[in-house]
């Protein structure tokens, strides 16, 4: 009977981590949890005899060219780097072989896409407007003072979503009740999830002209960098609503402030440029803005799910199955604007 193997995997799990998820990489590895901060030669002498590694807390120093070339028994990594590669010297990884995983970006996709879906609402009742209004005692009683604005429900709305995704494909699943008409602009999204969500696609202007509501949901990258501008906001028109919920440098904020100035627009944001947002920051003013500080992935009781997928395609690698979020080098082209 052939004697069972068993991986040797360093972890530092941070907050992120997964009990079951945990259970199950035990069947086949003896865990080394990370109990405090190490440089990196003492990273590099801890990773002698390891096969894998589990870096989502902040115990570990990057993962540099010299320590991928000591650790010699590496083959597995899973990180958390919204797709982007950082804290990890990818050349060296794919010189010595090292299959690396990223399920950062998947692993908030629920709550953000829920909290697009609360903005959405939010700002179809002027809640930013209203919310001020009744802490100062200033309200209209049954009045939401947005009657020159797409306003009521969302049910029958035509939404605009840029960028289609994780969060963008789940988005699409919360809205399926509301019977929305929605439009996409993703030159990225599989046809296989096309026809599985029966999605409809447009270009950039053609989803802009189409919404009443337009969804921002595309990382930063040098191409999406300024994506919505100036002739943008212009295009969308008056009276319509604006939700981001990615990255604040995915618009140009200072065309937007001034056109919420104009009162053209009414606006749900969960992220800015820079972060924090600035105390005396005029968007924190405006009653036709519903801001939260980049709070739409921070659901606590979803955390286990960074360490639940890194660990599941772990087991997937040790056991020769193809991996679900492996970084590869088409993702990391899109990341960084070269696809």
């Known amino acids: 009977m052939t004697e069972r193997v068993y991986q040797k995997i360093m972890e530092d799990p941070g907050r992120w981590i997964d009990e079951g998820a945990r259970q199950q990489l035990q069947q086949v590895a003896e865990l080394f949890p990370v109990e405090e901060a190490l440089d990196e030669d003492e990273f590099i002498a801890a990773l002698s005899g390891c096969t894998g590694l589990i870096k989502l807390g902040g115990q570990l120093p990057s993962l540099s060219a010299r320590v991928l070339d000591a650790a010699t028994d590496l083959r597995v990594v899973g990180l958390r780097s919204d797709r982007f590669g950082s804290g990890i010297d990818l050349e060296a990884a794919a010189r010595h072989g090292i299959r690396v995983i990223d399920a950062d970006n998947l692993s908030s996709a629920h709550p953000v896409a829920e909290w697009d879906l609360a903005l959405m609402l939010l700002c179809l009742r002027n809640a930013g407007a209203v919310y001020r209004q009744m802490m100062a005692g200033t309200d209209t009683w049954a009045q939401t003072g947005n009657d020159g604005f797409v ?53 950039l202007n053609g989803v802009i002209d189409h919404a009443d509501i337009l969804v921002v949901q595309v990382p930063h990258t040098p191409k999406t960098e300024g994506l919505i501008g100036a002739a943008e906001l212009e295009r969308l028109g008056e009276g319509r609503i604006l939700i981001n919920c990615s990255r604040g440098k995915v618009l140009d904020q200072q065309a937007l402030v001034a056109r919420l100035q104009e009162g053209k627009l009414i606006a749900g944001l969960d992220v800015f440029d820079p972060e924090p947002l600035p105390a005396d920051h005029v968007l924190r003013s405006m009653s036709n803005v519903f801001c939260t500080p980049h ?32 970084l590869t080098q088409r993702m990391l082209d899109i990341r960084h604007g070269r696809a």
């Open 151 to 203: 306003n009521g429900e969302l049910t029958g709305r035509k939404v605009g979503l840029i960028g289609c995704g994780h969060v963008g494909q789940r988005l699409i699943e919360l809205l399926a009740p509301f019977r929305v008409d929605l439009l996409v602009c993703d030159p990225y999204v599989p046809e296989d999830i096309v026809t599985s969500l029966d999605i409809q696609r447009a270009d």
């Open 295 to 326: 709070i739409a992935w921070h659901a606590q009781n979803t955390f286990h799910r960074y360490y639940g997928h890194t660990a599941q395609d772990i087991l997937r690698f040790f056991a020769d199955q193809p991996l679900h979020h492996e």
